[in-house]
């Protein structure tokens, strides 16, 4: 019997390193967290550490959050990130935000992973907080659970061929100029540059590839090219990409009526919905189809499924005629919740200076006006096929986020909850 406490006391420190992998925090602050570790914040919230990583976007980790009742949120296969650069990122359901985590800094040693771009670090250091925040309403319609599958593509049958060579420009629709600069000799693709109706140049070294499109003001893609010159279609409008299940999108062009029309669409006719902010509830715009009118400068949700049981970043795809620019200067918000569209400006500016050039993105800062923002900026994202080049975007799907690095983006909508009436400006 003497032997007993000695036989436990090895076994306890025999398993004292596995018992010790994960352990248990409580209390909002700081914590040092390794993979397997759970948080318990003061509001009854959990968060449980299930990756640390340096990798394609930095310094992130991976977790699972929990509410009271142990719900998972997002529910699986999901996950959470959040990355070194944000400050601080907030998490919850649909309707309310319950977490607020920033990551401090990855600590202890690495280990390799399947990717040679990315490590694995033992621990991160991270602030975490309870927190109690309202989301925008979601929309909730009654559309039918019955799916029109489509099968087509787009033909582009409404855009004009232009044959450039180099040195060349067209005008755009809106007034903007394109111009052939250079065939990049490596890969052959065609460089070009492009102007506003002043003349000012906008964006450089804008490479396109074969039988694909950008929107450059107008919607340009491109069908072919040679040695010394390229073959073109543009289209007097823009061009949006949809993910299965809800999307909030806006166009940037119109055709001089508040509206643009769809020209092409591989989309079925979803319900299109807008946000009154007189009656707080959403209004029927209409649906997404050929011939259909978009408003412009304004979010737009649409659900969209084009295929049963198949969920696609890239869903189905419209083409909407626009030849004036979308701008937000003189728009007018109302106290409460407001659902913008981004203008044009939102492609960004390039500035130039002596021995180089920077592009600078439109921040939401540019455009508040006497506006002063209470909650939001929120996005709503269905695919990441549009979030080339932004990191935080790809783990932000199919819910509620914030703009990386909060700046506008072009075919988004966003709301945004001001205290008092007010009017936008433009940059």
């Not at 990122?89 to 401090?104: C, Q």
């Amino acid at each position: 019997m003497r032997k007993l406490p000695y036989l436990l006391t090895l076994l306890i420190v025999v398993l004292m390193p596995f018992l010790a992998y994960a352990s248990d925090f409580s209390g909002d602050g700081t914590h040092e967290v390794k993979k397997g570790d759970v948080i318990k914040l003061d509001n009854g919230w959990k968060v449980e550490i299930i990756g640390i990583f340096w990798g394609y976007s930095g310094e992130e980790f991976n977790f699972k959050l929990f509410d009271p009742k142990g719900k998972e949120y997002p529910g699986a296969p999901f996950q959470n990130t959040v990355s070194k650069p944000e400050v601080g990122k907030k998490f919850g359901t649909d309707s309310k935000l319950k977490v607020e985590i920033k990551s401090l800094e990855l600590l202890g040693k690495t280990s390799p992973t399947g990717s040679p771009l990315v490590k694995a670090y033992e621990k991160v250091r991270v602030n975490i907080a309870s927190i109690d925040e309202s989301l925008p309403k979601m929309v909730t319609s009654k559309e039918s659970k019955k799916i029109e599958e489509v099968n087509k593509t787009l033909t582009y049958k409404n855009g004009k061929k232009v044959v450039l060579k180099i040195g060349d420009e067209t005008t755009l629709g809106n007034g903007y100029k394109l111009k052939l600069d250079s065939f990049d000799q490596r890969w052959s693709s065609p460089y070009f540059s492009f102007y506003n109706s002043q003349g000012k140049k906008i964006d450089e070294y804008i490479g396109v590839g074969k039988g694909v499109g950008t929107s450059l003001g107008s919607y340009v893609h491109v069908n072919d090219y040679g040695k010394d010159s390229v073959d073109l279609t543009i289209i007097d409008g823009s061009k949006v990409t949809f993910g299965t299940g809800w999307n909030l999108f806006s166009i940037y062009m119109e055709d001089g009526d508040g509206y643009g029309t769809v020209l092409e669409s591989t989309c079925n006719q979803a319900t299109m919905w807008g946000w009154n902010n007189s009656s707080k509830n959403y209004e029927n715009l209409g649906n997404l189809k050929e011939g259909g009118k978009i408003p412009a400068g304004k979010g737009v949700w649409v659900k969209i499924q084009t295929k049963k049981n198949t969920i696609s970043d890239i869903d189905c795809e419209i083409l909407v005629s626009g030849k004036k620019s979308v701008t937000t200067s003189g728009v007018k918000l109302k106290a409460g919740w407001n659902l913008i569209g981004a203008p044009i400006s939102a492609y960004g500016q390039r500035e130039e200076y002596d021995g180089g050039s920077n592009f600078n993105r439109l921040n939401f800062s540019d455009i508040l006006g006497d506006c002063k923002i209470d909650r939001g900026p929120w996005q709503f994202l269905a695919t990441i096929y549009t979030h080339t080049s932004i990191v935080s975007d790809l783990f932000d799907t199919r819910k509620f986020s914030k703009p990386f690095e909060n700046k506008l983006r072009l075919n988004r909508g966003y709301f945004i909850k001001v205290a008092n009436d007010c009017v936008l400006k433009d940059k």
